[in-house]
C-alpha cells in the first residue's frame, strides 16, 4: 500500500478592501448632485458585477495640510494624523460599464 499524500488545503482568498477610482458628481447637463458621487472599482466591468458591492461601506481617505485629532481622540494630541476619512455607501450601479453611486 502506497499511502497518498494529503495536500493543505488552501484556504480561500477574503477581499478585505477593493480599491476604486472617484469620477466625479452624478450630474446632468446644467446641475450637479453633491450627495451622490460616482466610484468606478477595480475589476468590475460590467453592470451585473456591482450586485455584489450594493451595501457596502466605501471610505474616501485623503491627506490634509493640517494635522487634527479625530473625534475619539481629542484629549491625546499624540494621536493628531493629517489623513482625514470620509465613510459613504454603495447605492446603486451607475449605467452599464461598471460604475456605481455612492452617497457619502
Known sequence: ?????????????????????????RRSRHTQKTGL??????????RRDTRYYLGKRVLYAFKASVKKAGPKCSKQPQL??????VWGKVVRAHGKSGAVRVRF
Open 80 to 85: 493628531k494624523t493629517k489623513v482625514r476619512r
Open 37 to 46: 458621487s460616482l466610484v468606478a472599482i477595480k475589476g468590475v466591468k460590467v
Open 1 to 25: 500500500m502506497t499511502a497518498a499524500k494529503k495536500c493543505p488545503k488552501k484556504k480561500p482568498n477574503i477581499r478585505l478592501f477593493q480599491p476604486g477610482v472617484v469620477l466625479g458628481y
